[in-house]
């Protein structure tokens, strides 16, 4: 029975979904106006392993994760660039697709964008304004006014006497109360806007993913998920919009992956320690920083700095080189056998990651030991519902050196010139060559078929 770490209830609960065999998880995904950074990579492959481990379950899942294509943040980045909104929001959603699909993760069953369901919003703000949930500013703006929806705090924790003593809250004299969020804003000029009851404007961030939600997976659904810092206040302003909204419950399971931290630091560009994806793609295989981002149980901090990154490196290196040789079908997934049983307790105990990746490395031993096919089929399919050690071993192996100077011929070249020099006894200029190649990022070893080499 999986069991999953419901942010709301404070504990681990056992997963039941509204209609038997079936699942529908929403998951908040990128403002499109930059780069995909490292906290970006964590929320997609993530949810990306908790929805390949729910269909390997058995269960059939529905998968929306969304893009937010209008936003203060967009419109003064496309004013800088001085180009269309359009144009920036499709060049980074192009980008984006790009470090996924680098990543291995796979695409979502559906990726609504803010800008497609503009009229869902204002249906939903509507209903609100009606229920007496929100109210017209002066200045234009529509705001949910908290104190009216009697479950405020309920997933934050968070009472309104601590939030009405200063925590995030924003001061605006529009507001009726401090607490009160924006659902609506007028329009200023320059803007992009859309018409609405309250006069031409557009949406405020919360309100794009209860109406998107809502809209693709009903007023009630199983899974909602989202990096830690979405908790409060995303999160909770969801809740607040679409429970006063429909009068029932919103999201049963609350899902909330870990902060990613630099060198022990919480990574932030004014600490000058932000990584983009594709900067660390520039010194790693796209399957090292997944692997690093599942080595770690999603809940927790993930600590990310070069030693850490070389570690994954080397311990997916020990997977792929028990594999190295071996012709391998995919294995059936038979929860009856013991590995992959202890496999699956692992995940049906809150996606425990950590404890499932024991498993691989103890059929890697295995493999190692007996060079049983069988067991290196195990090993293949248990990890390819993490979405790792599907490529061809050597592919990895032999990838792009650490110094990236030599080409895979010269490599044959050199290591055919040390065969020679240590036919003739020539210890020396063998040794020489070995330490020549390692320099350039190329690990030999000697087997009894020959000498294969890995990068380093």
Not at 86 to 100: H, K, P, Q, S, W
Not at 391 to 413: H, K, N, V, W, Y
């Amino acid at each position: 029975m999986l069991k999953i770490y419901n942010s709301i209830a404070r504990e681990k609960e056992e997963f039941h979904p509204i209609t038997p065999g079936k699942v529908r998880m929403y998951v908040c995904g990128m403002t499109v106006y930059d780069f995909c950074h490292l906290g970006h990579a964590r929320v997609m492959v993530v949810f990306d392993m908790v929805a390949r481990w729910l269909r390997a379950s058995g269960l059939d899942l529905t998968y929306v994760r969304n893009i937010t294509d209008i936003d203060d943040k967009i419109i003064k980045r496309a004013a800088e660039n001085n180009e269309s909104i359009g144009e920036l929001t499709e060049r980074f959603i192009r980008a984006m697709d790009e470090d996924a699909a680098a990543l291995g993760v796979k695409k979502p069953d559906l990726e609504p964008r803010a800008t497609q369901h503009i009229a869902d919003m204002l249906n939903m703000i509507a209903v609100l304004v009606e229920k007496g949930l929100a109210y017209r500013a002066d200045n234009g703006d529509v705001f949910y006014a908290v104190r009216g929806f009697n479950g405020y705090g309920k997933l934050s924790g968070k009472s309104l006497e601590d939030l009405r003593a200063g925590e995030r809250v924003e001061v605006d004299a529009y507001k009726r109360d401090p607490l009160d969020f924006v659902l609506w804003k007028s329009a200023k000029p320059g803007e992009p806007a859309w018409e609405s009851p309250w006069g031409p404007g557009r949406p405020g961030w919360h309100i794009e993913c209860s109406a998107m939600s809502d809209h693709h997976l009903g007023h009630h659904f199983d899974i909602h998920g989202g990096g830690q810092d979405l908790q409060f206040p995303h999160h909770e302003n969801e809740i607040a919009q679409s429970e006063g909204a429909h009068d029932c419950t919103y999201v049963n399971y609350w899902m909330h992956n870990g902060f990613v931290r630099v060198d022990e630091e919480k990574m932030s560009k004014s600490l000058g320690n932000f990584f983009t994806i594709r900067e660390v793609l520039t010194k790693y295989d796209p399957e090292v920083l997944r692997f690093f981002i599942l080595r770690a149980h999603y809940r927790s901090p993930l600590n990310y700095s070069d030693a850490h990154l070389n570690d994954a490196k080397q311990a997916l290196t020990r997977l792929y080189t028990a594999l190295r040789g071996i012709e391998v079908d995919a294995a059936t997934l038979n929860w009856n056998d013991p590995q992959m049983a202890r496999f699956q307790t692992a995940m049906d105990d809150d996606f425990n990651t950590p404890e499932a990746m024991a498993v691989l490395f103890d059929l890697a031993n295995e493999v190692n030991r007996s060079r049983d096919v069988n067991a290196a089929a195990r090993l293949k399919t248990l990890a390819g519902v993490l979405g790792l050690l599907q490529r061809p071993p050597e592919e990895f192996l032999q990838g792009a050196s650490t110094a990236g100077a030599l080409a895979p011929d010269q490599i044959e070249a050199l290591i055919a010139e040390r065969a020679a020099a240590k036919a003739t006894r020539n210890f020396a200029e063998a040794d020489r060559i070995r330490k020549e190649l390692l320099d350039n990022g190329v690990v030999l070893e000697d087997t009894p078929q020959g000498t294969i080499w890995r990068s380093a």
